[in-house]
């Protein structure tokens, strides 16, 4: 059993950064392919970054590329996602979810997923 907690969201200008964290609880944690996701209102949940078990391996959703970068920290067990050169567009309630695989993680068919932080970013 995995449980994700996030934190970090809040209101940022457009052009500025912030820096979400997904605390995972579970010894199995390490184990697990992990990613961000995020929904806007009156807008379907939609894949942003993810990263293998090994932290080894990234892969973002092409309007994210080159300004958000996600890591982890299996000791601990932790994944981040630092945002940069944030646009309203990127406004959303962001979350943490847990995956066996990236397939799977991609394919939003995840194990365990977080409660949810917000970003707001002001034009």
């Known amino acids: 059993q995995v449980q994700l907690v996030e934190s970090g969201g809040g209101l940022v200008q457009a052009g500025g950064s912030l820096r979400l964290s997904c605390a995972a609880s579970g010894r199995t944690f390490s184990t697990y392919a992990m990613g961000w996701f995020r929904q806007a209102p009156g807008k379907e949940r939609e894949f942003v970054a993810g990263i293998t078990w090994t932290g080894g391996s990234t892969y973002y959703t092409d309007s994210v590329k080159g300004r958000f970068t996600i890591s982890r920290d299996n000791a601990k067990n932790t994944v981040y996602l630092q945002m940069n050169s944030l646009k309203p567009e990127d406004t959303a309630v962001y979350y943490c979810?847990?995956?066996?695989?990236?397939?799977?993680?991609?394919?939003?068919?995840?194990?365990?997923w977080g409660q949810g932080t917000q970003v707001t970013v002001s034009s």
């Open positions: 979810a847990a995956a066996k695989t990236s397939a799977y993680l991609r394919r939003g068919e995840c194990d365990y």
